[in-house]
């Protein structure tokens, strides 16, 4: 794995990538305790567990795993005492392209991720928690599950753990290579031993009826490491960090036509677009212009460059007024990307330069989408794979005159009739493509 | 089952089962004390890192092991991409095809890996039974996402993750393997 031990750019701020990106800093307990790790566990054991939850709602922490979801939020709909068993289960399995910082954390600091379930646990009054790894990251699975015996016999993980009384195990689970079980109820089914289709919401929201139909917990390995950074740095300052309702640090990971492509741990709000890919990425490559943006992982709509935005933003007398705010002034966080109508995402930031053919990038994420439906959902399952087929002929010269139109027509049609937002995720390019670079699509009349 | 499962030499894996991979699955099993079923993934992830890809008589075997039916097990093989009913190459290439890799040049990298391998390019890019060179030695396909976008293009080399990877340099990994 490429190490990428640049000093922080200005912009950073690196909390949850502080220890990985250390030179000299080695995965192994020894060393993560030495730095005070496995403090903050001691803590929370001390803390009541609606203390705990409060603090992660007071930090305003949002999952990072693409849906952003407040994190404190979710673990308040966990019932401690209703006599169910619970469970967590930590989200490893990281597809969506463009993201790329679990591996990062799970090789270089993976006690950080088991510091941070274990508070989880005590919290939610879990005994039992899963990690699922997707099956390309071998190494990852095997130096976590390395920790994990660490941990247990350093008496942080297994029975009456730090001497609390609590007892929880973690073990690690692999995946086998299909992007769907990142969906957290496909991730459920994935890890009951069965084929990964998504289950319907409701009445399988996991809160309720997750892991052998018991209330479980699903989160990203960058929202754990976060917990545990919480009571670190305590939930003021943790919150203080990030925007209104966002709280502390995230990672973004920037690829395709910049120059210093790269996983930057920057606090939310905390840059706007055209910092992150001119000043933080070192902008595009000698010569080369910038034509588009995926701001939030693939499944995010694409962003044209020159485009405007009309947004809320404050006046110079504190009131709300309306703006013309231009594509590279734009501020990566949720609140901001959602209003330009893409989505933050999973902080994946894919890159384009005027080198690039829209009609060719689309056809590869068709491609993707294609492969990846788990075929449960009619529209899914027999759309994505029109939705493929017809670019893949237009890239080869073959396309007629209505081709735009039927793509738009068929992507329509699966967004919102799926069980799962795959459909959303695979309808989003599509339509997003063909509204911001119609003339890379239009087809010579036949 | 699969009509096109290679023979594997006409042995059944199940009869070959080594002790050691015997007691690693025995050892899973026990991660998931309320399910049973929860370990076919775990299982199938042993079975297929010992003999390479998983026969008719693993399915069974594994179904067996877990108080399932042998359906149970083949809808996850056929399912998950990962798993195999006919052997890759002893060295397996996995080369990320997805946007961020194919700006990076990831096409023009696995036709050099397959070149390099002796494997036609032409072959179907997904499935389950990746093109292999006729010494049985390398195997290549292209592999969604692998979710290493800064250092594209990408390959898994067997275990091994590989970055920033060339045309040029791909002979010259190919030699590091052999």
């Known amino acids: ?94 597809s969506e392209p463009g993201t790329f910082k679990d591996r990062y954390i799970l090789h270089n600091d993976p006690h950080q991720l088991i510091e941070g379930m274990a508070i989880a646990a005590f919290a939610l009054n879990v005994n039992l928690a899963y990690i699922y790894i ?42 086998a290579g ?52 919480i009571f670190k740095i305590g939930s003021d300052e943790y919150a203080k960090m990030g925007t209104p309702g966002d709280g502390g640090t995230r990672v973004m990971c920037v690829s395709g036509d910049v120059m210093r492509p790269g996983p930057y741990e920057i606090p939310a709000g905390g840059v706007t677009l055209g910092e992150l890919i001119n000043d933080v990425c070192g902008g595009m490559k000698p010569g080369r212009k910038l034509k588009a943006i995926i701001p939030g992982g693939s499944s995010s709509k694409i962003l044209r460059a020159g485009e405007t935005f009309k947004m809320k933003v404050k006046g110079p007398d504190g009131e709300m007024i309306e703006k013309e705010v231009p594509l590279l002034d734009l501020v990566m966080d949720s609140s901001t990307l959602a209003a330009a109508g893409s989505m933050m995402g999973s902080g994946g930031v894919i890159v384009m330069d005027d080198s690039r053919n829209m009609l060719w990038a689309l056809n590869n994420l068709n491609t993707f989408y294609a492969h990846e439906s788990c075929g449960q959902c009619t529209p899914c399952r027999e759309g994505v794979l029109w939705i493929d087929k017809m670019t893949t002929r237009m890239v080869n010269g073959e396309g007629i005159a209505q081709d735009p139109a039927t793509l738009k027509n068929v992507a329509d049609n699966i967004a919102g009739r799926t069980v799962c937002a795959f459909g959303e995720a695979a309808s989003w390019p599509v339509q997003s493509f063909l509204e911001k670079f119609p003339e890379e699509f239009q087809v010579a009349s036949n | 089952m699969d009509k096109h499962a290679a023979p594997s030499n006409g ?79 002893k060295v397996c290439i996995r080369v990320c095809r997805t946007l961020p890799c ?30 292999v060179s006729a010494d049985g030695k390398f195997s290549v396909e292209f592999v969604e996402c692998l979710a290493s976008c800064g250092s594209a293009p990408v390959a898994l080399v067997n275990d091994d993750l590989l970055e920033d990877i060339t045309p040029e340099g791909t002979a010259v990994i190919l030699s590091q393997y052999n």
Not at chain 1, 13 to 38: E, H, L, M, S
Not at chain 1, 136 to 159: H, Q, R, T
Not at chain 2, 23 to 44: G, M, Q
Not at chain 2, 102 to 131: M, Q, T
């Open chain 2, 11 to 89: 042995s059944r894996q199940a009869d070959q089962i080594p002790t050691d991979l015997l007691t690693k699955i025995d050892e899973a099993v026990t991660h998931y004390p309320v399910s049973k079923r929860s370990a076919s993934l775990p299982l199938l992830h042993l079975w297929q890192n010992h003999f390479g890809f998983v026969d008719d008589s693993g399915i069974n075997w594994i179904a067996n092991r877990l108080e399932l039916q042998p359906i149970n097990i083949l809808e996850l093989v056929t399912f998950y991409p990962w798993f195999r009913q006919q052997a890759a190459g």
């Open chain 2, 102 to 131: 194919a700006l990076a040049g990831s096409y023009e990298v696995r036709d050099a890996f397959c070149k390099a391998a002796g494997i036609d390019p032409n072959a179907p890019p997904h499935g389950h039974s990746p093109p």
């Open chain 1, 1 to 94: 794995m490429k190490s990428l031990l640049l000093p922080p750019h200005p912009k950073e701020r690196r909390i949850v990538f502080k220890n990985a990106w250390t030179q000299g800093y080695t995965p192994d307990i020894d060393c993560y305790v030495k730095n005070g790790g496995y403090a903050e566990l001691k803590k929370a054991l001390s803390m009541k567990p609606e203390e705990i939850i409060d603090e992660v709602k007071k930090a305003n922490l949002r999952g990072r795993g693409g849906a952003g979801f407040p994190c404190g939020v979710k673990w308040g709909f966990i019932r401690r005492d209703d006599g169910k068993p619970h469970y967590i289960t930590c989200n490893g399995d990281e």
């Open chain 1, 178 to 229: 299909a992007y769907i079980c990142g969906e957290e109820t496909s991730l459920i089914e994935s890890l009951e031993g069965k084929r990964p289709y998504p289950r319907i919401k409701p009445p399988y929201f996991p809160a309720v009826l997750g892991l052998y139909m018991s209330p479980t917990i699903v989160n990203n390995v960058e929202t754990f490491c976060h917990v545990k950074q």
């Open chain 1, 134 to 175: 997707r099956c390309e990251f071998p190494k990852a699975a095997a130096i976590v599950a390395k920790a994990i015996e660490e941990a247990k016999a350093k008496g942080f993980l297994g029975k009456n753990i730090c001497g609390s009384g609590f007892d929880v195990d973690i073990y690690v689970h692999q995946g």
